[in-house]
């Protein structure tokens, strides 16, 4: 496979494109952000187990977005009963199931890494007799900037690897290797990529903090900014499919998609 090599200002074509699927299908991709919160705070809810899940389901749930994107494209409208047929390819399923195992074990392996070296710190501020909340966060900053800099890696491992294996059938190490090496060649768009969406979201953080300080109650702020959250959410799972288009090129589309099936309906 040969991954393009795309300006810096793919990144905000990402964007852009991501915003141009959503608007083709919004009802659809807003039910699908709404599904994901839901997901995401009901495995909250589940101490540790919950969590595990969530980060093994990772790869799973990009799949099934990308495949719900390549629909919406296709001007095809998405069913609720659309969204988890291509899951129901055994092989593809497999490939998930394993990708998300391995997903899981980088991020535990990230996080035991970046904690490991402050380790002395962070419990001499748990232990200290006089609860010392400045001393806390200032024992964690250097793991979270740690983890944040593995977890660079382990996205650019990661990115692309559910859309190789469902689609293309790669193994899952080529499909890591190849999703590297995308990420690696087209390292600028991506940072331009993720500092606007860390913007966009800072803008919507900073909307609701306003709303918070105008005075209104903290009911009405909530139902102003979920909403806004929830698209908000919905346009960034929908800029996932034009950086993998964008990349490796747009994937025909057959009847045989729809059940997860390879490009070329093999």
Excluded at 15 to 35: E, K, T, V
Aim: aromatic share 14%; glycine share 8%; proline share 6%.
């Amino acid at each position: 496979m040969q991954a393009a090599i795309l300006p810096i200002t793919a990144g905000w074509q990402w964007i852009i494109d991501g915003f141009n699927l959503f608007r083709r299908q919004p009802l659809a991709m807003f039910f699908w952000s709404l599904m994901t919160g839901l997901l995401i705070t009901l495995t909250y809810l589940i101490p540790l187990f919950g969590q595990v899940f969530l980060i093994a389901a990772m790869p799973s749930l990009t799949y099934i977005t990308l495949n719900a994107c390549r629909q919406i494209e296709a001007g095809r409208p998405m069913q609720p009963g659309m969204w988890l047929i291509p899951l129901k390819d055994a092989q593809a399923r497999a490939g998930l199931i394993r990708l998300g195992l391995a997903y899981l074990a980088c991020c535990l392996a990230a996080g035991f890494i970046a904690t490991l070296p402050f380790l002395d710190q962070i419990m001499a501020a748990l232990n200290n007799e006089s609860f010392d909340e400045t001393a806390l966060l200032s024992a964690i900053q250097g793991p979270f900037l740690t983890f944040g800099l593995l977890y660079i890696l382990i996205s650019a491992l990661f990115w692309h690897a559910p859309a190789l294996i469902g689609w293309h059938r790669l193994k899952m190490s080529q499909a890591l290797f190849f999703s590297m090496v995308a990420c690696w060649r087209n390292k600028f768009p991506f940072m331009l990529y993720g500092a606007t969406w860390i913007g966009l979201f800072f803008v919507a953080q900073t909307l609701g903090d306003v709303l918070a300080a105008s005075g209104l109650s903290a009911t009405i702020t909530q139902l102003i900014m979920t909403p806004i959250n929830l698209v908000i959410a919905a346009i960034l799972y929908c800029s996932f499919y034009p950086t993998y288009m964008s990349i490796f090129g747009r994937p025909a589309y057959n009847q045989a998609d729809q059940t997860g099936s390879t490009p070329d309906g093999n």
